[in-house]
Structures are given as C-alpha cells and as structure tokens.
C-alpha cells in the first residue's frame, strides 16, 4: 500500500522519485518524508480528528472539561492533529508576548491533559505555510452571504464594533483551510462550531464538484457529556477565557488558594437545597455539573451527598475537588514549560509532520485550480 502511495506522492510532488529534491517552497525536505512516511500510513489505518484552540488567552476549566480532556480520550484511538490557532487569534487584537506565551502554554496543556506527542500531531498553526495559502485558494470558492452568516462573525463584530477587520470575516475559510487539508473524518467542537464545520462541509463539496474528489468532507463532533461549563459568577453566561477579572473564571494555571476563593464566591440563589435545576437554579446546576465531571458522580449522588448540608458545605468541596482536577495538570503544564528545548522539539517536529501532509493537499489543489508548478 506505501507502495502506491508513495508513487502518488512522487507524482505530484516537488521530489522526484530517485529522491532528489526539485526547487520550491512546499517541497518536503528529507526530514519531513523521513518520519512523515509513517505518520501517512497510519492516517491510512486510522480515522483522522484534527482540533483547534486559540490562545487568545490561558486556558480554562471549561476549555479543559470541553475540550482537552475530550481531545486527550480521542487521541488513543484516532490519528489526532491538535493546534494552537495564532493566526485565528490575531483576528482581535493581542498583546504579542501574552500571544506566544499562551501557545507555549497551550502546547504544554495538550501534553499535560495526557495527548503523547510521539503519537499525534501537535503543532502551532502559523508554522504551516498551508493554512494560510490553502484559506486563499477557498476565499474565492466561499460566498460573501455565507461569511455573513456566520453567528461567530455578528457576536465578534457586535463585541469589537472598532475593529471589523476583514480576517474576523474569513475566518471560517481559514478554519476549512485547517480541517481540509489534512483528510479530516471528524473535528471535536463546542456546539458554537458547528456552524463553521458546516461550511467547510459546503465549501468542500463546491470545490469538489468542480475539480472531483479533491476533499474529504468532514463531519463536527460535539461531544454529548462534559456540557457547557458556565460562569461562577453571572451563572447564565459560558465561562470564557476573555471574562476572567471578576473570578466567575477558573483557569487551569490558576493556584489552590484562588480556585477555592472563587468557588466560595460563586453565585448560587435564594434557597439551601443542593438539586440539579438548570432553568430556577443555574448556580447550583453549575457546581453540580462541575463536580460531577470532577467526580465522575451523577447529579442524584450529588444531591444525596449534600442532602440537608447546605451551599456553605458544597461549595467549598467543588472548589477542593477541581483543585484535585487540576493540580496534575498545572504542575506538569509547569514542569513542561521550564523545559524549553523539549517544548520546542515537540512543535517543530509537529509542524514538519504536519506540513508533509498538508503540502500534498496543497499541491493538488493548486494544480486543479490551474497554478503552474514551481
Ligand atoms: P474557546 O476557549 O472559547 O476558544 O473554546 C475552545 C473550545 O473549548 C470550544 O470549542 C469548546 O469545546 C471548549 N469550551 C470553551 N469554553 C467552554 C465552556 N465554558 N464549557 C464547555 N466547553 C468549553
Ligand atoms: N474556531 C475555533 C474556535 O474558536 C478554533 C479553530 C480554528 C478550530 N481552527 C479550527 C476548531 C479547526 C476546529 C478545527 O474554537
């Protein structure tokens, strides 16, 4: 089977097949096709996920409870591709060193959260050329109407009325850029995502129809447990990286003393039984989620747990038990942050598995679309 893959590759690469190297920029060097061979066959044998987060701030406990710990559980059994969105992320203005900081983090968090390098493809977004040249080519097969439909797009350009910059209204083509060069099957999202894989799915069918099977058309993968995670504070609302000043946000870097401080704080309401009740009692129904998901207890065990013991009881063990959660992950995030040359090691050797993909996907596009060679 490499066999005839390898041929394939050869056809429509920049390397000819007695292995030397014509020019151009998206040839794979020979340390690329070395190790990246493998990574081929087994995304032959395995169903393929790819992810995406943007470092638009440190993480936290509902980016880990909705999504890292999820990536971590798939990535035993899928080929998994994770990446930290710093092109994504620029859309809304940055401070450029907290940038590079929360995507050094970020890296470190997938491994913490349990995802093995060695296995899956862990890489920073602008580290492969071909998101970027690939979101072009699918600029010009994505219609001015769809981008603006995009719910992501009126949420952000409502919240950033001073700067609607063009890159906030592509960015869905980008994310396609992302999903589809890499043969994607299914990509694990929040439910406010699915929108933007849906679109992927349209564009690729459109470019497909013109040009033949050139994309796999993938599907969203919304996880059904771990739910949403909401505020600590304003319990209504989905706790969020960019809200975090008034301790309704726990991040996963954040010390003991500060996660039980929050969760002493937390909204609840008027009356004293811990009961799961998400339209009357959104506080409550909040804790109960977290520490189920912390716990791994159902919410009737919950509720007779702290039967006739009060907020003042429950609270203060929610906060102990996402300490308890968290603290492996923030010591290991710790430990992998100080180890910089290993930290880079990981997303340089990401971002050349990555890109060995990606480049073939490239080319083929490019040629179907009518650029000439390099
Ligand atoms: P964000 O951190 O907002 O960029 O979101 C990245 C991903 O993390 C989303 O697609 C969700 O899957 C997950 N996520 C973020 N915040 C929460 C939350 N409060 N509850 C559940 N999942 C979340
Ligand atoms: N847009 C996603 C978010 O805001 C992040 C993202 C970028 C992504 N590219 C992706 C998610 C590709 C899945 C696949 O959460």
């Known amino acids: 089977m490499m066999g005839c893959l390898w041929s394939l590759f050869f056809e429509n690469s920049g390397v000819d097949p007695d292995g030397s190297k014509k020019s151009g920029a998206n040839c794979p060097s020979s340390a690329e096709i070395a190790h990246n061979g493998i990574l081929e066959e087994k995304m032959e044998n395995k169903k393929i996920i790819l992810s995406g987060i943007q470092p638009s701030g440190s993480a936290t406990l509902g980016s880990y409870l909705g999504a890292f710990r999820n990536w971590a559980a798939l990535s035993n059994e899928y080929e998994c591709l994770y990446m930290t969105v710093d092109m994504h992320a620029i859309t809304t203005r940055q401070v450029p060193a907290q940038l590079r900081k929360n995507q050094l983090e970020q890296i470190a968090q997938f491994i913490a959260c349990g995802i093995d390098p060695d296995e899956n493809t862990l890489f920073i977004q602008s580290h492969v050329l071909a998101h970027a040249q690939l979101a072009w080519v699918l600029n010009c097969f994505t219609m001015f109407g769809e981008l603006s439909r995009m719910a992501q797009f009126k949420d952000k350009s409502s919240k950033n ?107 609840t309401d008027s009356e004293t039984e811990v009961r799961f009740d998400q339209e009357t009692k959104p506080g409550i129904s909040n804790l109960m989620q977290i520490y189920s998901c912390a716990t791994g207890k159902s919410f009737e065990e919950i509720e007779k747990e702290f039967s006739g013991r009060g907020y003042g009881e429950f609270k203060p063990c929610v906060g102990e038990a996402v300490v308890e959660l968290l603290r492996p992950i923030r010591e290991e995030t710790e430990r992998l942050l100080a180890d910089k040359a290993y930290m880079q090691e ?21 040629k179907k679309v009518g650029f000439i060679e390099r």
């Open 161 to 267: 009325a001073e700067n609607i910059n063009a890159g906030l209204f592509t960015y869905p083509t980008l994310q396609a850029a992302d999903i589809l060069l890499y043969g994607t099957d299914l990509v694990p999202v929040g439910a406010d995502q699915k929108q933007h894989v849906e679109l992927t799915r349209d564009i690729a069918v459109r470019f497909n129809g013109v040009f033949g099977d050139v994309f796999k058309i993938p599907e969203p993968y919304i996880p059904t447990v771990g739910a949403k995670i909401m505020d600590l504070q304003a319990p209504t609302k989905k706790m969020s990286k960019s809200e975090i000043a008034d301790g309704g946000c726990i991040l996963i870097m954040d010390k003991p003393e500060d996660i039980m401080r929050s969760f002493k704080r937390a909204v």
């Open 346 to 366: 990981v997303y340089k050797k990401g971002a050349e598995k990555a890109s060995y993909i990606a480049n073939k996907t490239l080319r083929k596009v490019y």
